[in-house]
Each structure stands twice: as C-alpha cells, then as structure tokens.
C-alpha cells in the first residue's frame, strides 16, 4: 500500500471541516508541519554530533481557534473516519501530565507559554488531522507538536515567528516530548519540521548549533527516495531509548567534555583523525563504575562492551554523516549509498536499535539493487529509506513486501517521498 500525501490546502480544509463539525464554529487559522525522514545520522542529535534529514511532503494540519476559560479541547481524526477527543486545563499540564497522546498538543502550549516565546494562551480549540503514519520512525509527534505551537505562537503574536522565535519554538518542542510526554528526543525531529526547505536536506551540527542546507535533487540523477514502513510496532518512551541516550551522558558526563562528539577529538584537530584509542579506554572506565547498570545489563566485562559499541557508533556516525552530507552536496550519490549502508550496519550491530522487520526491509532493498538504505529515525520497529533508481522504485517496494511476507512480518507500506518546506501557516 502508498501512503500518498495531500497537498497542504487540501489537509487544511479537511482539518477545517473536522474543526467546524466539532466546534460548530470556523477555526481563526490552519497551520501545517510536515513529518520527517532521517537520510543519515541517528541517535547522534543528543551527542553533539550531525545529522542529515528532510522534511516530508506529508504533513500535520492544526485547525486552531483561541477559547478565553483556560482550557485545552483537542479532536484528531483518523484514517478510518473515526475521531479521538482530548481536553485538559492548560494550568495542569506540566511533565508527565498530560500521560496520554494528548501531551503532544498540550505539551508545546505548555512549554511555550513557560519559556516565554508564547506571551500568553487563554485556552485553544485544535482540531489535527494529519498524513504522516504514526508509529513509522517518521516524527509524526513532531509534526503535531510544530503545527501546534507555531499555530499558539501566531495567535498570541499575530504574526510568523522570527529567526530567533523559531529556534525558542524548537527548544519547546523539544521539552515537551522530553518533560510531558517523557521521550528523551534530541531535537532533530523538530528542526526538521520546523526548518526544512523545498529540494534541500538539512545538515544540522548539534554541538555548534549549526544548520545548512544542502542541494537534494536526486531527481536530476535519475534516483529517487523511497520509505518502506515496516509496520512494526515503534515507541520511543519505552525505556529503550532512554537507556540508550543515559550511557552517552553519563560518558559525555564522566569524560568532562561539552558533548559525547569531543571525546577523542584532539587526535582529529592535529589531523591524525579520531583518537578512538582513548575514546575507548574513557569509556570502559567509566563502565566499571557502579552507575553503568543502571542502563546496561550482564557481568562487568559485558557492560563494558556495550558501553564502548553504543560511544563508537556515535563517534563514527559522526564522522560518517559529515561525509554523506559532502557527499550529497557533490552529487556524490554512490558514496553516499555506501554510507547510509554502513549507518545501518552500525545501528544494527553496535547500537542495536533495529529489528528483524527493519533488517528484513534493509536487505531486500539493497538486494533489489538500491544505491543506499537504511533504517531511519530512533528504530525499534519504523521505517527504513532506500535511494533507487527512479525507475525502480516500484519493483524494490515489490521487493521488500515480498521479504516481509516470506518472513512472516507485517505488510509495509510505502511513501515516495522529496525533501519539502517547513512548518508554516496554510
């Protein structure tokens, strides 16, 4: 099955048909984020290190209208027609509150107000319908968090935010999948959404707060991007995550440097590359402290291991991702398919963050001929993205649907997807 996307008029007069049916009023504006798809870089963004995502075509619609009681009151609507409804006092939104999918709406209202990029929020009426499959590793979450708070931002201000609110708009999205909804995300989901550009991926550098733009027409080339859902089950506020994102802090901590990306950089500044060696020996003393079992199981030698295969994929992927958005920005597109491949060698074998369907997927795709795939976002179940030919896509999606029905796994789904804009008001 294609999961194809709506044009951003036509998702904002459904999301203003559902807000009218269920407010019987007319909303005072329709503002649209798109998902995101990760080309490479994962479990990077919260390390310092660098990422290279896009902006999907397929996006979240936020039908929105200010209230003046203080309240909350939120309506999505499904695929299948039916409807979820959510309502809560803003004044008790705060971490882990709301529990439910409705800390994604109320959490960047709750966030913006308190950071002071918001000035104030009476209470809103949001009616959401969206493109982007949720549970695909596809920041479905960050897109209904961006449409929302762009869309408070606009109604308290009256106006599209500025360079500096925009990045004031992403720390709040940001805390609030950390602190409402209580998934440790980094922030690359979110800057995605907020600051992609049509035929441009993103190089975003976390350490030094960078971002540039890179030329993404692979169309010129003949190739095209493909996303393969494989439908499995995806959660990121599981614990798995989070466990992960602790052994980085904790060594970034233990090292006494800025970020887990300066550990053995002083190697590569005198050109001799990355000194691995004493990146390795800072993290396996920091393994033999009492505080590494908190996030990894087994003896004290199995700890160690762990602790240095989950610092070495962050450190090579680093590296491995400033050399695919070079790579990219070149044209370069057979080093950069080398590269998305070795990305997802490593989340698989050193991170160990994908699965069965996700190597499933991988593998027929790149069996199918494709020039790079990968799996894409936090893993554990989502998506994988594969660069193929243009006039291969079908025959690779066919390809990977046939894997997946041998193996016994879900049917994927599938999106053809191009780098697209940001966030903004529809």
């Not at 649209?32 to 919260?46: E, F, Q």
């Not at 950390?178 to 550098?205: F, K, M």
């Amino acid at each position: 099955m294609w999961v194809t996307a709506r044009s951003r008029e036509d998702l904002a007069a459904a999301a203003g048909e559902l807000f009218h049916d269920s407010y019987g009023a007319e909303p005072a504006g329709v503002w649209a984020a798109p998902g995101r798809v990760n080309l490479i870089g994962d479990h990077v963004d919260y390390a310092g290190g660098v990422s290279v995502p896009f902006a999907l075509p397929h996006c979240t619609a936020a039908a929105v209208a200010p209230r003046d009681d203080g309240l909350l009151r939120v309506v999505t609507g499904r695929p299948d027609g039916s409807v979820s409804r959510f309502s809560t006092p803003l004044a008790d939104v705060g971490p882990g509150r709301p529990s439910s999918w409705g800390g994604y709406v109320a959490g960047p209202v709750w966030a913006a107000v308190r950071d002071g990029v918001v000035p104030a929020c009476p209470g809103l009426d949001i009616a959401v319908v969206s493109d982007v499959p949720v549970g695909s590793g596809l920041s479905s979450s960050a897109a209904i968090e961006c449409s929302v708070a762009l869309a408070a931002y606009w109604l308290a201000v009256g106006h599209r935010p500025g360079p500096e609110e925009t990045a004031r708009l992403v720390e709040a999205c940001i805390r609030a999948e950390n602190e409402v909804v209580g998934a440790s995300t980094g922030g690359l989901d979110q800057r995605s959404s907020l600051y992609g550009r049509e035929g441009h991926a993103l190089a975003i550098d976390f350490r030094d707060d960078r971002l540039d733009t890179v030329p993404c027409d692979v169309g010129a080339r003949g190739y095209a991007f493909l996303v393969a859902d494989t439908n499995a089950p995806h959660a990121l506020n599981d614990g798995q995550y989070a466990s992960r994102r602790g052994v980085i802090d904790a060594v970034t901590a233990f090292a006494g440097v800025p970020t887990l990306r300066d550990l053995g950089e002083p190697g590569a500044a005198a050109g001799d590359g990355r000194d691995m060696d004493r990146a390795e020996a800072v993290t396996r003393a920091w393994a033999a402290g009492a505080g590494a079992a908190e996030f990894i199981d087994g003896t004290d030698a199995e700890r160690a291991d762990t602790a240095w295969l989950r610092v070495r994929h962050v450190l090579e992927e680093t590296d491995r991702t400033i050399a695919a958005a070079d790579a990219l920005a070149d044209g370069d597109l057979d080093t950069f398919g080398r590269l998305m491949v070795a990305s997802h060698g490593s989340l698989r074998d050193l991170y160990a963050v994908s699965t069965p369907e996700l190597d499933c997927a991988q593998e027929a795709a790149m069996a199918a001929v494709a020039l790079g795939a990968r799996m894409t976002g936090g893993g554990f179940g989502g998506s994988i993205i594969a660069l193929v030919r243009d006039d291969a896509v079908e025959q690779t999606a066919e390809a990977v649907a046939e894997a997946a029905r041998r193996a016994g796994h879900p049917e994927p789904t599938f999106l053809r997807v191009t780098p697209s804009a940001g966030a903004d008001r529809v």
